[in-house]
């Protein structure tokens, strides 16, 4: 017998039949004709050479290789009703995936660990891998990627990617304690003749880069003379505090890190270099349980 010449849907009618004892009560159970089911039994029968089942005063009951048939059918049809409902539910509490978010080193220090905690709470069985941002080009790109979520600019990623806005920020420029040429306001001739640190983090075949911004700087008067360029915004600050380079920030960052390392945090000259920071995902995931689980407890995280 070949089983891909076999119907087996003819298998899940015999289980019911088996359960039922009854034609009449496995027709009812499956939503069709009692003549439908007398059918499929007749097919089993000439499939499987064995009556299966043989009439009894108003019932059925099974034969011995029927009786021998009723535990495996059972629990195949459990594993083929826990394959077709995977898709449709997902347990946070008894769940053992893994999900993935990428983020730069802005994120890493401010917002991974508020989302770990709320990880470790609300998801217990499941692991939270944290990839750097900058390795999304190795891996093919966000939308090849594996990762659930990308944390990224707005205007940093493919537009083919789902998105949802997380929060705004605001470029502040870090420079040593004491720095030697800012020892008053800041003015644009100031900030032009300072040698700067540039972050420049790949993204698949985009940058971080916000060109927008640069386009406003130079709009008010503003341009950066770029002495170094690094691919972390930590790396920036840390050159930042141990030379006369300064370096241009989001100033979440830039707050966090003045409470701990000699560095003073300076407002950028002009209006303000604003962003906003957005979550993406891939079509793939984007109806799937698990994975809008764990983007809304993202979400919530961003929140607090």
Aim: hydrophobic share 45%; glycine share 6%; aromatic share 4%.
């Amino acid at each position: 017998m070949n089983l891909s010449e076999t119907d087996l849907n003819l298998l899940f009618v015999l289980s019911v039949v088996l359960e039922e004892q009854s034609v009449t009560r496995a027709a009812r159970r499956l939503h069709v004709t009692a003549p439908a089911v007398s059918n499929s039994l007749a097919r089993l029968r000439a499939l499987l050479g064995d009556p299966l089942v043989v009439r009894s005063g108003r019932g059925l009951v099974a034969t011995p290789r029927g009786h021998e048939l009723l535990p495996r059918l059972r629990g195949v049809m459990a594993e083929l009703s826990a394959i077709v409902e995977l898709g449709a539910r997902f347990d946070p509490g008894s769940a053992t995936r893994t999900f993935c978010v990428a983020c730069s080193d802005v994120e890493q220090v401010g917002f991974v660990p508020v989302l770990a905690g709320r990880f470790a709470e609300r998801l217990p069985r499941c692991q939270l891998a944290v990839a750097s941002i900058d390795r999304l080009q190795a891996l093919g790109g966000p939308e090849r990627a594996e990762v659930d979520v990308v944390i990224a600019p707005a205007n940093a990623a493919s537009p083919s990617l789902h998105s949802a806005a997380l929060y705004e920020d605001e470029a502040a420029l870090v420079a040593r304690r004491n720095h030697p040429r800012l020892r008053g306001p800041l003015t644009p001739a100031r900030f032009n003749a300072l040698r700067h640190v540039d972050i420049r983090i790949a993204l698949g075949e985009r940058g971080l880069g916000n060109r927008a911004a640069e386009e406003l700087m130079q709009s008010q008067g503003l341009k950066r003379d770029i002495a170094v360029t690094v691919p972390t915004f930590m790396s920036a600050v840390l050159l930042a505090a141990s030379t006369d380079l300064v370096a241009g920030v989001p100033r979440r960052l830039a707050e966090a890190l003045a409470k701990s390392l000699p560095i003073k945090v300076h407002v950028v000259p002009g209006r303000p270099l604003r962003f906003q920071m957005c979550a993406f995902w891939q079509k793939r995931t984007h109806d799937d349980p698990g994975s809008r689980f764990f983007r809304e407890l993202l979400l919530e995280a961003a929140r607090e």
